[in-house]
């Protein structure tokens, strides 16, 4: 089993839909968790970081951990064609030094 | 503020030869860390650097190596090219070992031929 797991998609929206992105992950004791942006042949950009069980609003992004699922989701409210990009979930070792990446959620907004 | 800046950003080596990539963290981050992201997967921990010293290691073969230098920077060495080395490499800064969040280079595209 993959320690953090997401679905390749693609996941296509509509212009101004929500986009739900859903991760998993397989170390329970994990703490920290992020949400990476990445286009293509670019390099990920940190969006969303959370480390309670909740929501997390960040303007038109909602980051979602529920702790005892090991379960961790971003919406993005109102979505754009320029959020068309890879979405990368990463979850943090207890000794804060190396991120765990899934495979990441390709995300495509149609006009 | 200048960002995480690496260097080469496009590098074609041939099998068995020997690469270094180049990182120079956001200034004032102290902490560097190296990823591996090959095509459709994503990014693989290599390694971690603080103050100097190595402070992680992720699960590759002693082909690579990395060192940091007394202004932050780095160096990720590989050794004996693979084919299967063509990939992104992506250099991160944060502040501390116990990162916020990664700050993430542009990333150093090798091939190998």
């Known amino acids: 089993q993959k320690e953090v797991e997401q679905n390749s998609g693609p996941l296509s929206v509509p212009e101004g839909a929500i986009a739900s992105l859903n991760c998993t992950y397989s170390d329970r004791v994990s703490q920290s968790f992020f949400w990476y942006r990445q286009y293509s042949g670019k390099s990920p950009e940190l969006i969303m970081s959370?480390?309670?069980?909740g929501d997390k609003e960040d303007g038109r992004f909602t980051a979602q951990l529920n702790k005892a699922s090991q379960y961790v989701s971003l919406l993005i409210r109102d979505s754009q064609p320029s959020d068309s990009a890879t979405y990368l979930c990463a979850v943090i070792n207890n000794a804060g030094n190396m991120l765990t990446f899934g495979g990441g959620t390709r995300l495509m907004v149609k006009p | 503020d200048a960002g995480v800046t690496q260097s080469p950003t496009h590098l074609i080596k041939t099998r068995g030869q020997h690469v270094t990539l180049r990182c120079s963290p956001i200034?004032?981050?102290?902490?560097v860390s190296w990823y591996q992201q090959v095509l459709g997967q994503g990014p693989q921990f290599i390694f971690q650097y603080y103050e100097k010293e190595e402070r992680g290691r992720g699960n590759f073969p002693d082909r690579f190596s990395a060192r940091q230098f007394p202004n932050y920077s780095s160096e990720l060495n590989v050794n004996a090219l693979l084919l299967g080395d063509s990939a992104l490499y992506l250099c991160?800064?944060?502040?501390?070992?116990?990162?916020?969040?990664?700050?993430f280079g542009s990333g150093t595209r090798l091939t190998v031929v």
């Open positions: 959370i480390y309670s069980n």
């Open positions: 991160a800064s944060s502040p501390r070992t116990a990162p916020g969040g990664y700050t």
């Open positions: 200034s004032g981050h102290k902490s």
